[in-house]
């Protein structure tokens, strides 16, 4: 039976447990601010799947709808028509011109930058760098490599191509000091155990070079690459850089086998999307942000708080991130 | 008087829309051999699948020995000694012949492991095989790369294996030439000694006349009579089945007999895979051009050579004296060289469809309208090629696979025939085929022939061969081993030919 | 006949949870016809979607109706939206870009239709190969496509892009779909189809191919080369899904686009009454069959199930439906 | 026999291929002996890879041979892997929980078996469901597991968890992989499938049935038992498989472990002779079959082939090595 509360929906990108978390600040917020709420975690990363969702939404009469955006140029005018019969939040990914209220998420390319900027801590004289991502071909999948190797290469981001000095078997490019084999993310379609083998499959081709940094940017590249790392017996000889907030990733990085990451915060995602859209509902237009949420970068002994481009960027330390994190997903049971 | 060894009383068996069995009794003593004839669709089969448990019966008892039995399935009836051999094939042809000849009730070891004990089932397997007169070197052959009629002895072979007290056999001898029919019939004299009864379904009456102890015939499903040894003739049976008597049998009506012009001719074919000895035939107007042979002569092979189902490698055809082309069936049946072939089900109908469907598939170009086919055309040619071949079918509308074998048989006659055939290569044309029908075939085929239409008849029916043709050719080992005409068409010749010999 | 009220009663019952779970949601304050409204502005939502699957059900349903199977057929709907793109975005007119990715579409069914007839391989492992391949190709042509990227690469094409989209998806300018054209199309295409495969020859052969391929090569069916055809046209009305689902879509993802597309119209062929053992099936029913699905996500989305029961509902719901048809058909053969 | 030359022609080239590209690509100072190493290195990943593959393939090749198929495998890997994750996590021994997750895989296969011999189903569409249903029960069960989250949770596991992955993966305790495992266990399995296939009355009923199911039927065989039999197997394999995986991966996500792996078993099972017609296939076949992809992919990616171009290349390649296996088929069944 209808409860008369507000109806608020949440469809993200695809299934994921970074997504859990999303859920359950959503939950959170759908308690806290009274609202009835459906969150949906689509099958797989690609806008035909979203859209029926959405569109069957709004015939539904739902208040309104947080989505995370795959394509935003190919999306926009699909949303726009979606903003006008509901109040629209994009999270994690923007659609600018979409016509929504407002964006709660970070900006993937700076978030990507922070990578940069690690395995630039990590190997400061330069190296070699693979990079592992599920897909090229959404918002995100191409704004954090571009992040990644413009910080490594500012201002020449396009890099150079060239072969390896050690190894001229190897070809790839060079983004000022750092070699990227390949010169691409090697990508996985999501498939997890491909996501293994492409490791397994580049340690053994640059075996025996110095200055490695392998770098994975979906939330479950990092756990994959120390999988194969380990196999082979390289844990520390071969750095990690990762991002988002996989627990696997988190509890490698307290134990001094990952360097770092770069986490977004997806439980307020779900928090906030959930509360601007409780408020909206109410008429209070008020809880809106601005601008894009600064992303935090996790090590082993965390650091101070530092203003990076105009953001708080916080630094804190992997064994707290993890105990907040869970403390996090009790509220969905997962 | 001892027990029976097998009654069945007042069976009855229902299908959709057919009723198959009527009440129908039958007795068999121990050693006996009863023969069951009848007409296509009189039930025979249906009757025998109960006997052996393939299907339960709607009313009536079956009783072994004596005893009431309702087998479940036929791994029962064949535990009980009641095997079925089925008119159709029934083999794993993706098995060896031993593995066939014991499927099922493997010689194993190891318990529960059921490891196959190899060596003594090939050593039995050789025996059984020699029971049926086929040479050991067949215990390690793929069954599909048998002939049909070797496959027919394998699937005896294997009835025989089996601890059987009665062994019922559908029409076993359909594709058998005489010679392995003879050997069977031995078999069938050893088991009736050593008091094995025989239930044997044949719609070869001479055949019957010569192994039945005594004759059952069943007519639409009931009991129509029962003649002991002593008054089974030609004659008797076929009044009892069809409820009159036959004359004319063998029809010389129409045709004008040897030395018409040549219609089809072969020179010099030979045929990818085929042998390397290369055959040249002709088929005349106005007569029937017999082929005969053992199993596995190769005369299906060089009749599917020319039809197009297998490619030519060397000689030339030639149709009313210009060259032919046939790289396909569909070449063929364009210059109207139709086939009626072998394994009907396999080759001849699209059994899960209708009669009508089959009837009308190879006609379809002649069906032919602006919105798509002619619809009243289409059901004038199955009105008029289901009456004019008197199939035994509910409609144009019920499915092929369910008419008896005979009508499933005339439904392939009756769609080459609505085409209208120039060559008719008819390869078994009787094979499962009743009296009744067969008389009708024979006359329809004279007609043909009467009409200048050449027909080249394969056939493994002594009888039929010897009845219906005005000139024979003889296949040995893939090549033509002799022509023979007139006086000298003798049975004898016949198998002399066959069997590698010279003409007489 | 007795073939379609299986998924008749399932789809019933689908439609009915439908409106079932609108009127119970419905806010009390809300006035029935807005309601009414709403629920037809959803239906016409299923229907679009219904339409495009339908389409490559069609093409499913025919390769199954012959013997045969196409597992390419995700993966071409992919590659033949991204090629329609990229050619677009690359200046070839969108009337020009609908026929010739059509004809491609056409051409990658000859492929396997060769394959399969001429090599003699097997259709399941072909088209196996033929997933790979061609979601591969898509990979090639481009990362992602959509609408806004060409007009923007192309300005002078949106005003035909608008008018395809009009008359094949029924959106208008706006991108307010107007009414389901691409079921109107599935309705048309059907009816050609069903003409073809119930009242001409060529119907006959893919049912005689189907059920005994030596049979009717027996009897005169040129049977490789009506497998050809069937292939062909299959991944052609692949290929035009290609083209809707670009029309359709915000964007499309080169790697996931289509993606387990011929699963569903596996499904869909096989839920309308297609056996996959060849030589059976209805037009009527393959568009019923590829109602089904479309319907059943819909429900899903409204209902606002939580994401982790959705795959369990959905293959529960088909199975039920499955064997609630085996059961229709029982009853119906034993009192036959 | 002629069934397996054209696998192993394949696997020698793509073996070829992969050695070739290691010396090719060796440093000119590395000492022979070091790029031996690394060669080695490298095959042994691979054939852990292998390994598992080998371990649905065969399953799914037992269906294939009595002329089935299922399209469940996949998911019920990550069900099964899930189920490993979550009963591990709530206290089950994992000694215990190895043989009732297979248990559990065994009722699976059960109930499809069930379904398709009782209610007269097509495999294909129970499969197709069953797909849905076990990967929504995975999602229902946990949104991922991971070695450490079992052993976090329950840390006394530590040491028999290790013991199991060092038996069954060959790592040891820092996850170095010492010996391929995976790839003796499926030799061992292979060998233990081979002597019912080829050597046990069992194997003639399914070569039968796959041929012939009513010859079979005729002979006495119980050809539904033996096709829920074979289910069984399937399943339970693939339910291994998702143990497999567990403790091979760093963690499982519900929603995606396992996914395509049917896809890959048929093929690995058609490639290695099984024909999906039923009744033909042998164990050897079986093996050499699963070990095309694995070496495919990683050839591909040692060459550093953009990611795009893979699966076209993969795809190509495949059909490449069906088209030279049907012509070596042909071969000798010409000269035969
Ligand atoms: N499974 C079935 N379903 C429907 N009708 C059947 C079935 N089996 C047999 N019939 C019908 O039952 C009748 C008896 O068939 P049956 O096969 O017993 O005849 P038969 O005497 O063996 O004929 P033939 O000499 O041609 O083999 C026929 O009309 C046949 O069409
Ligand atoms: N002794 C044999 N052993 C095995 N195969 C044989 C033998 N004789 C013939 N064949 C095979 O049988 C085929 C020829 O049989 P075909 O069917 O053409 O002969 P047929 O004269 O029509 O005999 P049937 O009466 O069996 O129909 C060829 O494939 C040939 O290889
Ligand atoms: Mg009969
Ligand atoms: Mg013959």
């Not at chain 2, 499903?221 to 009159?244: C, I, Q, S, W, Y």
């Not at chain 3, 009242?199 to 050809?228: C, F, M, P």
């Not at chain 3, 062909?232 to 083209?243: D, E, H, P």
Request: aromatic content about 6%.
């Amino acid at each position: 039976k209808d409860s008369g509360k507000p109806k608020i929906a949440v469809v993200t990108n695809c299934t994921d447990p970074f997504w859990d978390l999303a859920e359950a600040g959503a939950n959170k917020a759908a308690q806290d601010f009274d609202v009835e709420l459906t969150f949906r975690q689509p099958e797989r990363m690609a806008a035909e799947v979203q859209k029926p969702i959405i569109d069957a939404w709004v015939n539904q009469g739902f208040n309104g709808i947080a989505v995370s955006v795959i394509d935003p140029k190919g999306q926009t005018e699909d949303l726009r028509l979606v903003a006008k019969k509901v109040t629209l939040v994009t999270m994690d990914n923007d659609a600018p011109d979409s016509g929504r209220v407002c964006y709660v998420g970070v900006d993937n390319k700076e978030a990507g930058r922070a990578v940069g900027r690690l395995i630039k801590k990590v190997l400061p004289n330069g190296g070699t760098l693979a990079l592992f991502i599920g897909s090229t071909t959404s918002a995100n999948g191409q704004a954090r490599p571009a992040g990644v190797l413009e910080e490594l290469a500012t201002p020449e981001a396009n890099g150079t191509p060239g072969k390896h000095p050690q190894r001229p078997e190897l070809s790839g490019k060079f983004y000022g000091k750092y070699f990227l084999v390949d010169g691409e993310p090697k990508t996985d379609n999501g498939e997890k155990e491909k996501a293994a083998s492409n490791v397994q499959a580049m340690l053994s081709r640059v075996d025996g070079v110095p200055d490695l940094c392998f770098a994975g940017l979906y939330a479950y590249n990092p756990p994959a690459i120390l999988e194969a790392v380990r196999a082979k017996s390289l844990v520390g000889k071969v750095k990690i850089v990762g991002f988002d907030e996989n627990p696997e990733t988190l509890k490698a990085i307290a134990d001094g086998h990952i360097e770092g990451t770069v986490v977004q915060d997806p439980y307020n995602y779900g928090y906030k999307s959930v509360e601007i859209l409780a408020a909206e509902a109410r008429g209070d237009t008020k809880k809106r942000v601005s601008g894009s949420a600064p992303y935090q970068v996790i090590t082993r002994e965390g650091g101070p708080t530092q203003d990076i481009n105009n953001l708080r960027i916080q630094f804190p330390k992997a064994a707290d991130y993890l105990t907040t994190m869970r403390d996090q997903l009790k509220i969905i049971n997962k | 008087m001892t027990t029976p060894r097998l009654t069945a009383t007042a069976v009855s068996k229902r299908f959709p829309g057919v009723v198959a069995l009527d009440g129908v009794t039958l007795t068999l003593a121990p050693g006996e051999v009863l023969a069951v004839v009848g007409e296509n669709g009189a039930g025979k089969s249906t009757l025998m699948k109960i006997l052996a448990g393939v299907y339960q019966p709607d009313e009536g008892t079956v009783e072994l020995d004596g005893r009431p039995v309702r087998f479940a399935g036929p791994a029962e009836a064949t535990a009980a000694g009641v095997v079925l051999i089925h008119q159709e094939l029934n083999l794993a042809e993706n098995l060896t012949v031993a593995d066939n000849l014991f499927l099922g009730r493997e010689e194993t070891t190891g318990g529960w492991l059921r490891v196959l004990g190899r060596r003594g089932m090939a050593a039995r397997a050789a025996e059984l095989l020699a029971r049926v007169g086929l040479p050991a070197d067949r215990v390690t052959r793929l069954v599909e790369t048998l002939p049909p009629g070797e496959k027919q002895l394998v699937e005896i072979a294997r009835a025989l294996g089996t601890a059987v007290r009665v062994l019922i056999m559908d029409e076993p001898t359909s594709s058998l030439t005489q010679k392995e029919t003879e050997r069977l019939y031995a078999v069938i004299d050893s088991l009736r000694t050593v008091g094995v009864s025989v239930l044997y379904i044949s719609h070869r009456l001479a055949e019957v006349k010569r192994c039945a102890d005594r004759v059952t015939v069943l007519r639409d499903g009931k009991n129509a009579g029962e003649l002991p040894k002593e008054r089974v003739t030609h004659d008797n049976m076929v009044r009892l089945m069809v409820g009159r008597d036959m004359k004319q049998f063998y029809p010389k009506v129409h045709r004008t007999g040897t030395g018409g012009r040549s219609v089809l001719a072969l020179d010099a074919v030979r045929y990818r895979n085929g042998p390397d000895t290369p055959v040249s035939l002709e088929v005349r107007a106005g007569e029937i051009l017999g082929m005969a042979g053992l199993v596995g002569a190769g005369r299906t092979e060089l009749a599917e050579a020319v039809f197009g189902v297998r490619h030519l490698a060397a000689g030339a055809l030639a149709l009313d004296g210009r060259p032919l082309a046939v790289k396909s069936p569909v070449d063929a049946i364009a210059a109207g060289v139709f086939l009626v072939p072998e394994d009907r089900r396999l080759h001849g109908l699209v059994t899960a469809e209708s009669v009508g469907f089959n009837l009308s598939l190879p006609n379809l170009d002649r069906l032919r309208s602006r919105f798509g086919l002619h619809r009243r055309a289409e059901a004038d040619l199955h009105a008029t090629w289901i009456e004019r071949l008197r199939v035994k079918t509910p409609s144009a509308a019920q499915t092929v696979g369910l008419l008896s074998g005979g009508n499933q048989q005339k439904v392939v006659y009756g769609k080459w025939l609505a085409r209208g055939p120039r060559v008719l290569i008819l390869d078994e044309p009787t094979r499962g085929v009743d009296v009744g029908a067969k008389a009708e075939i024979y006359a329809l085929v004279d007609e043909l022939a009467g009409r200048g239409v050449a027909v080249w008849m394969i056939t493994s029916d002594m009888e039929e061969l010897l009845g219906m043709s005005d000139r024979v050719v003889v296949m040995h080992e893939g090549r033509l081993a002799g022509e023979l005409a007139g006086a000298a068409l003798t049975e004898e010749a016949v198998m002399r030919l066959a069997t590698g010999g010279q003409a007489g | 006949m007795m073939r379609i009220l299986g998924v008749l009663g399932l789809l019933v019952a689908l439609y009915g949870g439908l409106v079932g779970t609108y009127v119970q949601n419905a806010p009390g304050f809300e006035p029935t016809s807005r309601t009414q409204e709403r629920i037809q502005g959803n239906l016409i939502d299923v229907a679009s979607i219904q339409g495009r699957y339908g389409v490559i059900t069609l093409g499913a349903a025919m390769v199954i109706i012959t013997g045969g199977i196409d597992l390419s057929i995700g993966a071409v709907v992919g590659c033949a939206a991204v090629l329609f793109g990229v050619l677009t975005q690359n200046g070839v007119h969108p009337f020009a870009a609908l026929p010739l990715v059509v004809l491609a579409g056409a051409g990658v069914g000859f492929g396997n239709g060769l394959l399969i007839t001429r090599l003699k391989l097997q259709p399941f492992l072909v088209t196996l190969c033929g997933m790979f391949v061609y979601r591969g190709a898509a990979r090639l042509l481009a990362g992602s496509v959509s609408r806004t990227a060409t007009v923007e690469a192309q300005p002078e094409f949106a005003a035909s892009l608008q008018m395809i989209r009009y008359v094949l998806i029924g959106k208008d300018a706006s991108g307010e779909l107007l009414f389901p054209a691409q079921f109107v199309l599935l309705l048309v295409l059907a009816a050609v189809i069903g003409f073809f495969l119930h009242r001409t020859a060529y119907g006959r052969y893919w049912y005689a191919i189907g059920h005994n391929e030596l049979a009717a090569k027996y009897a005169g069916v040129s049977v490789d080369r009506q497998r050809v055809w069937v292939y062909v046209v299959c991944s052609a009305l692949a290929a035009l899904a290609g083209v809707l689902l670009f029309l359709d879509m915000p964007s499309i993802q080169a790697d996931s686009g289509g993606q387990y597309l011929e699963l569903y119209a596996i499904l869909g062929a096989v839920l309308g009454g297609c056996s996959l053992r060849g030589g059976e099936g209805t037009a009527v029913g393959m568009v019923l069959g590829a109602m089904v699905l479309p319907v059943l996500e819909n429900l899903v989305n409204i209902r606002g199930l939580k994401s982790d029961l959705i795959p369990a509902v959905i293959g529960l719901t088909l199975l039920a439906g499955t064997i609630l048809d085996e059961f229709i058909r029982r009853r119906s053969r034993a009192r036959h």
